[in-house]
């Protein structure tokens, strides 16, 4: 079975890349389901991670379980 290619997630293909670019604590706005509207503006509250499925995830403040950097966004402005 052949291996998707990783797909860019804010200039990074890799849970390592987005971990040097933005530590623990980034503010973000993140997306559930489909990315509609302005999202919620929240920061992480963990390193972005692999799962076995392949996807890359990072958890956020105030949401459980993880979200896929598919839907988070770097965020200039804090959360309220």
Do not use: Y
């Not at 997630?9 to 489909?34: E, I, M, S, Y």
């Not at 991670?49 to 949401?63: A, K, Y």
């Not at 598919?70 to 309220?80: A, G, L, Q, R, S």
Request: hydrophobic content about 30%; proline content about 10%; aromatic content about 4%.
């Amino acid at each position: 079975m052949a291996t998707k290619a990783p797909r860019s997630l804010h200039g990074c293909k890799t849970a390592d890349q987005w971990n040097a670019k933005f530590p623990v604590g980034t503010p973000v706005r993140v997306w559930r389901g489909v990315r509609e509207g302005p999202g919620d503006a929240t920061k992480t509250h963990s390193k972005a991670f692999d799962l076995p499925s392949g996807h890359t995830v990072v958890q956020v403040e105030d949401r459980a379980g993880s979200i896929a950097l598919t839907h988070v966004e770097p965020n200039d402005e804090p959360p309220i």
